[in-house]
């Protein structure tokens, strides 16, 4: 190594700029949308629910 080689986990202030950085990949992408899972989970309760009153009725 080199003597004028300034390790940059040793300064703080470099260190709190690393780390409150925004990462390039996580602002570009958005989150994923969380309709499908919403109207999924109301299929399986309406199947449930049909099931059951087949059941009781039946």
Do not use: C, H, K
């Not at 300034?6 to 260190?15: E, I, M, R, V």
């Not at 709190?16 to 996580?26: E, G, H, L, N, Y």
């Not at 629910?49 to 087949?54: E, F, R, S």
Request: overall charge negative.
């Amino acid at each position: 190594m080199t003597e004028n080689y300034t390790d940059p986990s040793g300064n703080t202030a470099q260190f709190r700029a690393f780390v409150d950085a925004p990462d390039s990949a996580a602002a570009t992408s958005s989150a994923p949308s969380r309709l499908p899972l919403i109207a999924g989970l109301g299929v399986a309760v309406v199947v449930v629910v049909a099931l059951v009153a087949w059941l009781a009725l039946g």
